[in-house]
């Protein structure tokens, strides 16, 4: 079955670095856009970044824009999220998602595929 996992979350200190890991099963992920997007409880989803299919173009949300790294390796079927300096307020669930191209919002329009979301939690 085409899917999407995600993997690398945990419980960090402030400050401290993780990074996501997206990985596709069952399907290429060359051409699809990724996105990255959170939920953290109580609050709406969050576009957290999104990397288009060739990796030439990459948004960032103002609230991670220059902590957060999206990157791609195709080869290994994978899409990566390094979060540096992380904070108590990225505290959430995040998602990686697969579809047409990457949105103003950091969402993927026309999402294909989604994972189940790996938990992220930014304590001391």
């Known amino acids: 079955q085409a899917q999407l996992v995600e993997s690398g979350g945990g419980l960090v200190q402030p400050g401290e670095s993780l990074r996501l890991s997206c990985a596709a099963s069952?399907?290429?992920?060359?051409?699809?856009?990724i996105a990255w997007f959170r939920q953290a409880p109580g609050k709406e989803r969050e576009g957290v970044s999104c990397i288009s299919s060739s990796g030439g173009s990459t948004n960032y949300a103002d609230s991670v824009k220059g902590r957060f790294t999206i990157s791609r390796d195709n080869a290994k079927n994978t899409v990566y999220l390094q979060m540096n300096s992380l904070k108590p307020e990225d505290t959430a669930v995040y998602y990686c998602?697969?579809?047409?191209?990457?949105?103003?919002?950091?969402?993927?329009?026309?999402?294909?595929?989604w994972g189940k979301g790996t938990l992220v939690t930014v304590s001391s």
């Open positions: 998602s697969a579809g047409q191209y990457c949105t103003s919002t950091n969402f993927v329009y026309g999402m294909d595929y």
């Open positions: 069952e399907f290429t992920l060359n051409y699809y856009a």
